[in-house]
DNA sequence: ATACATGTTGGAGC
DNA sequence: GGCTCCAACATGTA
């Protein structure tokens, strides 16, 4: 469930719940749920990975790291992390992260990093890699605060598309090549959320997962790259180094 | 069926 | 203090 375009679903598919009280809270995440009782939701956000569930002074931040997942109005065996009830209906999470956040929102994030929304300013990414020149594109990619949203999936899939190899760095690319990286990190995050809403996200990789790169039908290599030693599919003919 | 994965945090060790 | 490495979290999928 993880990546930003993921998250943008989620919300989407608890929109209804805005404007509507929490009757009861209940589950085994850390926070104090009792705060939430009788509290009315204003408001359903995300940022990046984040959802985030707000009233009127407190924000409940949902991250559902790896295996997170939920169910509206409806529930599963799995033991409940956070279960909200309304009078109508309730929202189930589990396997995730619960934090409550007590500043405003504007304050903890900047939501102009959000590939996904609709404050994304592409000019300030561009800022960060030139502040940041020596990191690898795999790194860059996967770092929120720069392309909060952006996953694993979304990385290799960007830089399949702007034909870069992974172990390229990013102060070594051509300036249009950087401007081509910023700009497909947000594109094909949308071309993520509209597969994904149509149940097609899988049937459009082009090179995630892939024994052979579509382009040149060369085979396609799998290393484990960057700081997070993540899965990096790519093909060694076709993406260029740029080092 | 065993291993692996769309992710992040925090602690140990240096 | 800061860096890197790794366990932990916990479950669906191949």
Known sequence: MPEGPSLV???????????KKVTDAKGNAKIDKSLLVNQTITDIRTWGKHLLICFKTFSVRVHFLMFGTYLVNERKPSS???SLKFKKGELNFYTCSVRLITDPLDE??????DVLNEHW??????????????????DILLDQNIFAGAGNIIKNEVLFRIRVHPKSI?????????SELIREARKYSFDFLAWK???????????????????????VTKEYLGTGKRRTFFCNQC?????
Request: hydrophobic share 35%; with cysteine; aromatic share 10%.
């Open 9 to 19: 679903i989620a919300k989407e598919n608890m929109l209804a719940f805005i404007g």
């Open 80 to 82: 409940l992390r956070l």
């Open 108 to 113: 903890v994030y900047d939501f102009s990093s």
């Open 121 to 138: 300013n592409a000019r300030k990414a561009a800022y960060k890699l030139r502040a940041d020149p020596i990191r690898s594109v795999c």
């Open 170 to 178: 990013v102060g070594k690319l051509p300036a249009k090549k950087k």
């Open 197 to 219: 809403r149509n149940f097609e996200l899988r049937k459009h990789w082009q090179i995630y997962t892939k024994k052979t790169c579509p382009r040149d039908h060369n085979p």
């Open 239 to 243: 993406q260029i180094l740029y080092d």
